[in-house]
């Protein structure tokens, strides 16, 4: 849970970087473009990624920071307003996880006495510092992530031969995305395997697809 705010943005950023960046070139390149403009279709798609990662991960992130500071205004409202009504619906809270009214009051009253606004946030509203949204954190990450994975296909189709770059560039990203998926269940304590195959399945499906739709409509385009 400590590490799941940067963790989803860094995974998320990383995986579209690879999936997207090289669907895009596998997409140029069944179309039977020039090396050069696979090369220059991945590089728009890097900064352009990134940047839109980043973008909509601070806007996103941010609009739930905005609920939760203008909650917690309302709850210090609440607070000077109706002390007492505070108290008994902390007990109450504590009475419906299993304590003892009696306990539950003494609970609410005690963790008031040290800190009310951030017992109330923790445990009516659920917000903590480990939860907290932090957009610029989760934009960086997202930004980051997202450069670092589209670098990945875009390395290979760099120094790829023209006559075997499609297959190159599908079976690296395959690895990487395979990488990633079982880094990122690791990391997150849930099964490496099954992470590891989910990603890649999606990767190869979105891939598939791309790579489609250049060879279809590419020639005639």
Same mark, same amino acid.
Do not use: H, K, P, W
């Given at each position: 849970m400590q590490r799941i705010g940067w =963790?989803?943005?860094?995974v998320l950023?990383?995986?579209? @970087?690879i +999936? !997207?960046?090289? !669907? +895009?070139? =596998? @997409?140029? $390149?069944t179309s039977? $473009?020039?090396h050069a403009n696979i090369l220059v279709a991945g590089v728009a798609g890097l900064v352009a990624g990134a940047m839109s990662m980043a973008a909509g991960e601070y806007v996103s992130v941010h609009s739930q920071a905005d609920t939760e500071q203008a909650d917690l205004a309302l709850e210090r409202a609440e607070l000077k307003s109706d002390n007492? @009504?505070?108290h008994?619906? +902390?007990?109450?809270i504590y009475? $419906?996880?299993g304590l003892d009214p009696a306990l539950a009051k003494q609970v609410a009253e005690q963790l008031m006495t040290r800190d009310a606004l951030g017992a109330h946030a923790r445990d009516e509203l659920g917000i903590s510092d480990i939860s907290v949204a932090r957009p610029v954190q989760a934009a960086l990450a997202s930004a980051g992530s997202? @450069?670092?994975g589209a670098a990945m296909p875009l390395l290979v189709t760099v120094f790829a031969p023209e006559s075997s770059l499609i297959a190159l560039v599908a079976g690296t990203s395959l690895l990487f995305l395979t990488l990633l998926g079982a880094l990122a269940a690791r990391a997150g304590g849930a099964g490496v395997i099954v992470g590891a195959m989910r990603v890649a399945f999606w990767g190869a499906l979105a891939m598939a697809v791309t790579a489609g739709v250049g060879a279809l409509f590419g020639p005639v385009v």
């Open positions: =963790l989803r943005a860094a950023g990383a995986n579209d @970087g +999936l !997207s960046t090289s !669907s +895009l070139m =596998l @997409g140029v $390149a039977r $473009a020039s007492r @009504g505070e008994a619906e +902390l007990a109450a009475v $419906a996880r997202f @450069g670092v």
